[in-house]
């Protein structure tokens, strides 16, 4: 079973005359998957259909989607994510709306919120944390749903990469079957996605294994590789003189 099956998929933002997502044909796998694509590709739009989250923009979607599991997004403005004024308020609100008893919202609190580094946060103002300190509680929010799939857009944007690479780590452990990021910085993921979609104009590119040196574009391939790799494959196609 796959994590995710989009067949025929196309999304219009509500008033927009173009296509954002156009005949998207994914099946994705469980595992690591990284998105990837220039400014204006889509990936954010694709985490917003395949989660759902795209019903807010009211726009129009076509096509059928299925999900293996249940998907939570955190989008890149993560502040919007987080509704309470502490973490640990954070994290006991949402799972006292999934109806979990106390016992189980402090066994999962402790396990969620020392996997994420943040115990010594839990009782902080929100406003009082960095950028990155309130990126990994809007992830621990997202953790305290117990999400299968778990969709992080631009995770890079705020972290320094070993952050954001413990924090994968982290998210793994605790469960989660699916790990989905949207990224265009592609050096700091080098060796972390099992599974690779690239997009362009809305469309899906490729889809496959990360090392697919013959599928992808080279500019994308080469920056995932390892730097003695790139080079000989560069050197193969004829770049580098
Ligand atoms: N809320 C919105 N309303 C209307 N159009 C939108 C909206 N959000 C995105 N778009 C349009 O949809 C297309 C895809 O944008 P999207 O944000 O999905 O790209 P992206 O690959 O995530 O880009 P970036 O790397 O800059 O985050 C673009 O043409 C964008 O202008
Ligand atoms: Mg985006």
Not at 124 to 136: F, H, K, T
Request: glycine residues 10%; contains cysteine.
């Amino acid at each position: 079973m796959a994590s995710i099956v989009m067949e025929g998929v196309y999304y219009r933002y509500r008033g927009q005359a173009g296509w954002a997502l156009e005949d998207v044909n994914l099946r994705l796998p469980w595992g690591r998957i990284l998105v990837t694509g220039s400014t204006g590709s889509g990936k954010t739009t694709l985490l917003r259909v395949a989660s759902g989250a795209a019903r807010v923009y009211g726009g129009e979607v076509r096509g059928r989607i299925s999900l293996g599991g249940r998907p939570v997004l955190v989008p890149q403005n993560f502040d919007a994510f987080i509704l309470m004024p502490t973490p640990r308020m954070e994290l006991v609100y949402v799972m006292e709306n999934l109806g979990l008893d106390p016992g189980e919202i402090d066994a999962r609190l402790h396990t969620i919120s020392r996997a994420l580094g943040i115990e010594g946060l839990l009782d902080r103002r929100i406003a009082s944390l960095s950028a990155g300190e309130r990126q990994r509680v809007a992830i621990a929010s997202a953790l305290a749903t117990s999400p299968d799939i778990l969709m992080l857009d631009e995770p890079l944007a705020y972290v320094d990469p070993q952050s954001i690479s413990r924090v994968l780590d982290a998210v793994t452990m605790l469960g989660v079957k699916a790990v989905i990021v949207a990224e265009h910085r592609l050096h700091s993921l080098r060796g972390w996605p099992s599974h690779l979609v690239y997009m362009e104009e809305g469309r899906i590119r490729y889809t496959g294994p990360p090392r697919d040196v013959e599928g992808l574009p080279l500019s994308i391939a080469i920056q995932l590789m390892d730097p003695g790799d790139a080079a000989r494959v560069a050197e193969a196609r004829g770049c580098l003189g």
